[in-house]
């Protein structure tokens, strides 16, 4: 063989190796844009009436393998629902090049914070009732910065090829929030602010204590952070502000920390759960709840061991369950409260609910996803979950590292357990729970079978 022939096949060997190895690198794109409604526009509960130096973030990753992209995104707002939810999904799967059901977008429910529900805004507007809360302008506005963002972060998208996974405990924060009889019914509920003392006193009750992290890395250095965490994330609202509250400071005290990685937050199977064993109301609560979620986050993130990763070890897995609908959900009613201007429906999310409960009747499924890389495993879920799903889940992989996103679509609102809606308490009464005690087992058999997979 001639030398310039060898020297020539050598460089096309060493080319070729070069783009296989390239190629066997996932890539992972980042976007963070600010999510704060304008001064004068409407929160869930309020009108905007000033700042603050914490505003709302989105922020998420773009993961990019063998197959098509998968969207994560988590969102300082208190709900994303029905078909406010399809349209995100819709717009940030066409920004990236991929499908809707590769698409997960995840409220972190705090309470100073937008709703959108772009359903229950028609049927507001064409029964010539304001929409309130459900106007969809500002979301609109947002939406399309959003998909500009997650374009931008697919096209620049960087390899990474480990995978890191941590977890650690989170001292005196999350506490249960539905507080039990000797009956066995729930006899109060300690909500995110309790004042009464012998609330408080109350034991902790079920939780999931663990902050889950998982981190994309290119060798040595973090790309990005994820982490997962079950509560309800409120330590006081109603100012005015729209501000992330202790978990937007968690977040913001970790990305000083370590700087050269996007930190993405995510709330867990949080619906029964609330810092109100550790939690007055006072201001001051909201840095020291911060702080220690935060703390919880640095210990994990010191216990994170790294594994290394291909396109092959990346996969994402979704399942479209249809959830079963309250019996106490009447559209001829609710029609008709609409039309009398009932100021309990109007007040009480009625449009939500009436938007969800056609939907249903429509035939509509919500996708539950999972992200598989390496050994992690990330479910994403709807509604206010009830930590037992949670718990659940981790049980049913103990030879697998499981995380749980929680606040998907938020139109079932809260979703119990079978045996809860039995129980009493806040969170399965008519108006707070829009699915059937039958939900349990719909649900449960989706996490099972992505998990199996």
């Known amino acids: 063989m001639f030398p310039r022939t060898r020297s020539l096949l050598l460089c096309l060997f060493w080319s070729w190796m070069v783009a296989v190895t390239l190629l066997a690198q996932p890539r992972v794109g980042l976007f963070d844009i600010d999510a704060s409604p304008p001064v004068g526009s409407r929160m869930a509960y309020d009108p905007v009436t000033n700042v603050w130096d914490l505003g709302l973030r989105a922020r998420g990753v773009v993961v990019l393998g063998g197959d098509r992209p998968v969207v994560l995104c988590a969102l300082d707002w208190i709900g994303i629902a029905n078909e406010g939810h399809d349209e995100f999904r819709r717009r940030l799967a066409a920004a990236a090049g991929t499908t809707m059901d590769r698409v997960a977008v995840h409220a972190l429910h705090q309470h100073d914070a937008p709703e959108c529900d ?58 249960n929030r539905r507080i039990f009889g000797p009956d066995g019914k729930v006899r109060a509920v300690r909500y995110t602010t309790t004042t009464d003392p012998a609330l408080r006193a109350e034991p902790e009750g079920l939780i999931d204590p663990m902050v889950s992290l998982v981190s994309f890395w290119k060798d040595d250095r973090p790309v990005a952070v994820l982490s997962y965490y079950a509560t309800h994330p409120q330590s006081y609202y109603r100012t005015g502000v729209a501000n992330p509250d202790f978990p937007g400071i968690a977040r913001f005290l970790r990305q000083i920390a370590v700087p050269e990685a996007l930190h993405v937050h995510f709330n867990g199977a949080g619906g029964n759960l609330g810092a109100g064993k550790y939690n007055d109301g006072s201001p001051g609560n909201r840095r020291l709840l911060g702080e220690r979620l935060a703390d919880g986050m640095r210990r994990a993130w010191e216990a994170t061991r790294r594994e290394p990763v291909t396109t092959n070890d990346l996969r994402w897995r979704s399942e479209a369950v249809a959830l079963p609908v309250s019996r106490h959900l009447d559209e001829e009613r609710m029609v008709a409260q609409l039309k009398g201007r009932d100021a309990g429906f109007l007040t009480a999310n009625g449009a939500g609910r009436l938007a969800w409960l056609r939907r249903a009747k429509a ?32 049980a049913e992989r103990k030879d697998l590292f499981v995380a749980m996103a929680a606040y998907g679509d938020y139109g079932p609102y809260y979703i119990g357990t079978t045996v809860a809606y039995t129980e ?30």
Request: glycine share 10%; charged share 25%.
């Open 118 to 175: 772009f359903g229950a805004e028609v049927i507001l507007r064409e029964a010539g009732v304001s929409p309130w809360n459900y106007d969809g302008t500002f979301a609109r506005e947002f939406l399309g910065r959003l998909s500009n963002a997650v374009a931008r972060a697919t096209a620049e998208a960087r390899p990474f090829n480990q995978v890191g996974t941590g977890q650690a405990e989170v001292r005196e924060v999350a506490s």
């Open 424 to 453: 009493g308490g806040y969170e399965t009464e008519p108006r707070s729970s829009n699915v059937a005690p039958e939900v349990e087992p719909v649900l449960m058999g989706a996490i099972r079978r992505l998990l199996r997979d």
């Open 363 to 394: 035939g509509h499924r919500i996708d539950v996803g999972c992200l598989s890389l390496g050994k992690a495993r990330v479910l994403h879920l709807p509604g206010e979950l009830f930590v037992e799903y949670q718990l659940a889940a981790k």
